[in-house]
């Protein structure tokens, strides 16, 4: 070992001790696992319904959960043959007879209905799927998940800690998840990375050479091409990119910070400082100091699930940039928050532009249209100024919305922002400017405002 | 003749009388003409001195001068094999003995020396060319001339007063004359459009159709492909565009101008009302109405001819655009204008930009210049903030120079514009803004103004 690994070492333990579960922890874990498998394969025969089996999958059954996280999934498999209508119905009676135990639960939707529950303390997903012969002939996206669980419990071998370390960094500095707010990297993705390159030093230090294109093909079967920044090939699905979900900006991140953690490790990698919210007067500073202008559109926030909300604010966000490009304001950053509000934050160069817009016409030779554009705009009331420049007229004309809020007000329904959104924003939103954005008091949307400061990378 | 045409041909027939010279304006003409060849002639041969023969060439000439023109155009020409310093020399000799009895002179230079008089209240030039035998084995660029006098001579018909008429519509409208400072229509290229149309009628109903690439080719003999919008192919040389000099936007011009003729015929055309010079209440009314931020840089118009002049103004305009753009501002309209002191007028949306600059950095994968970026700009000064979009480095800076008076104070001798000019500017020169444009007092300065103005076309 040398010199230069020391430090890291010693910060990795400290993590591990803080993450790994206690024999206690494991003990009681696999107490209400044991339980629930029982419950569920004792019901199914009661009601006289063919399940193939129940299984525990996910990281509480890869040994590869972080402590304190109390997640179980329970996934009970039914026949191939068996339809989707008998799969739906059967797997929600099965589930809610277990769930007449439970704390509280309720019936969620995903492609297929299941049972979400709390059970002695665990937050216990119940999914029913088929039981289908390989990875990449499911009949449903869960189907899928078995064959990862196995793959993973065959090769993780002793790497449990270097997953739990890879897992904890991601999540310590933001890129854990590929859900779609997330879009960063999956459980089962940093498994994959561990049992590929041994362990977590050794992620770490070649991902600091990654480059977009990188190909990881844990069993070199890989048959598609991926565009993603970064492909992962499914082991248990040749055709699968484990890594679809990562984003360039993740990607990139992570890049970033394995070779922050080497250069300096340290705990806040894995542990950081929770940041505290903005107060008014930074808030108001931020603002003042750029100069730049800042519009927050605020509406409530529609029930949606998040994997439907995220992809709607971000459709929102774009399609908002757009249409205040096509009245000439330039926007230099934006971004968007969720909570019981939600709110979509521009900062433009500036939020007013002057009367006048220069309005291109069409070549002088274009006869038809170049004389209806001139009998437009000769003398009209909107025109200053109309001339010919590169064979073309141009009417310097009067600014229809001289300020990005008019644009807003005018404008904003038309954007393109999802169904539910769109009726959200349609019922009620506030337009805020500057340091009107201080009226928005809720704490971790300050935190979110933090993005427009000094400290944005750790 | 329809009853569309009258209004026209009575407009025509009035123009005619204004600026068809009399017959004794024409006499007198010739009178002076034969004057001066003779002199020239009979000084050659008493400095045994062996010239071709004196003659006039340009509209004199070719009956095709307008009422009050007093320009007479001598060419002395030169054996094929004299020699260039000969030619110079003996021109030059010829010229000055003549000149003796001038009422003022002056030794001019272009490709060659030539002598420049006032002669019995004529504007004479005197002007050596070698006799050679086609127009497209010339020595020198006036050497074409008197082949064009053949041309023309010959085939002008009785088509003199359609030239008048062509050419007082151009010179009314702004679009005739071929120097640098108006790339328009040439007297030659006027010339050649009456003889290929046959009449001003027909030229101008015949312009409303042009597109750029049209092609007049008398003789078609043409040899050359020509990137210019207009091509007409010079008669005595088929290489030659004689539309050379005629830039995209006179061509367009015209083409307007004709339609609106032809639309609403009136006198105007031929001889419009004096634009009346801008007061201050009306340049601070159009400044102020539009919202926008004009620049003006004024500087003491260096000696030079105006061939030279207008193109290191136009080189200093787009140099001066192309600075301001470089550094954020974005430039609505630009001009310039020259007298005592010459003026780049710049328009622009605003004159003054937030503190914050977005400045793009390299992708994070290129190792060396993504740290190299981060480590410059991380907790610096004028760092706001440092984020990654795109995979790329961002940071948000501070901006050097946030106002265009700036830019131009620190960058504006940079600034390619031409060796004569730069040096003027860099001798001195004043940055005005907004209002301070009334200190510029130059009355023909306040009728450029105008082009900022509602009837910026006739």
Not at 24 to 32: C, D, Q, T
């Given at each position: 070992m040398t010199a230069a690994d020391k430090p890291g070492e010693d910060i990795q333990k400290e993590v591990l001790k803080k993450i790994k579960p206690s024999d206690?922890?494991?003990?009681?874990?696999?107490?209400?696992v044991d339980e629930l498998l029982e419950k569920a394969t004792d019901t199914a025969r009661k009601m006289d319904i063919d399940i193939g089996r129940a299984m525990l999958v996910g990281s509480a059954a890869r040994g590869t959960w972080i402590s304190g996280t109390h997640d179980l999934d329970i996934f009970i498999s039914f026949p191939e043959e068996t339809s989707r209508e008998?799969?739906?119905?059967?797997?929600?009676l099965i589930s809610r007879e277990i769930a007449k135990d439970a704390e509280a639960f309720e019936e969620r939707y995903a492609e297929h209905p299941y049972l979400n529950m709390r059970y002695r303390g665990f937050d216990v997903d119940l999914v029913p799927c088929f039981a289908v012969n390989s990875a990449s002939c499911i009949k449903s996206a869960v189907d899928r998940t078995p064959f990862h669980n196995s793959f993973v419990k065959e090769h993780i071998d002793e790497l449990q800690d270097e997953v739990l370390l890879l897992k904890q960094l991601m999540k310590g500095t933001g890129v854990y998840g590929s859900e779609l707010r997330t879009q960063g990297f999956s459980g089962y993705l940093a498994e994959l990375l561990i049992i590929h390159y041994g362990s977590f030093k050794d992620v770490v230090s070649d991902a600091c050479e990654w480059k977009p294109g990188m190909?990881?093909?844990?069993?070199?079967?890989g048959t598609a091409k991926h565009e993603e920044p970064l492909v992962v090939v499914d082991p248990t699905d040749p055709g699968r990119n484990v890594a679809a979900a990562l984003s360039v900006d993740k990607f990139a991140r992570f890049i970033e910070i394995c070779r922050s953690y080497l250069d300096r490790p340290s705990l806040e990698f894995f542990f950081p400082k929770p940041q505290k919210p903005l107060n008014d007067d930074e808030i108001s500073g931020i603002i003042e100091e750029r100069g730049s202008s800042f519009l927050a559109i605020v509406f409530k926030t529609p029930d949606l699930v998040e994997d439907v909300l995220y992809p709607q604010l971000d459709k929102m966000e774009i399609s908002v940039k757009a249409l205040l490009e096509q009245y000439e304001f330039t926007v230099i950053n934006s971004g968007t928050w969720s909570g019981e509000d939600s709110v979509v934050v521009i900062e433009l160069l500036s939020s007013a532009l002057p009367l006048v817009k220069k309005h291109h016409g069409p070549p002088i030779w274009v006869r038809d249209h170049s004389q209806g554009f001139r009998s437009k705009y000769e003398g009209a009331d909107e025109t200053f100024a109309l001339y010919i420049e590169d064979g073309r007229y141009v009417a310097d004309i009067r600014r229809k919305f001289p300020t990005a809020r008019e644009v807003l007000e005018n404008r904003l329904t038309d954007c393109s922002m999802g169904k539910q959104l769109s009726k959200a924003v349609k019922k009620e939103h506030m337009i805020l400017e500057n340091k009107q954005l201080c009226n928005i008091r809720d704490a971790d949307f300050r935190v979110f405002m933090r993005k427009w400061q000094k400290n944005g990378i750790p």
């Open positions: 206690e922890e494991k003990r009681k874990l696999f107490m209400v008998e799969l739906e119905e059967s797997g929600l190909v990881i093909d844990l069993l070199g079967h």
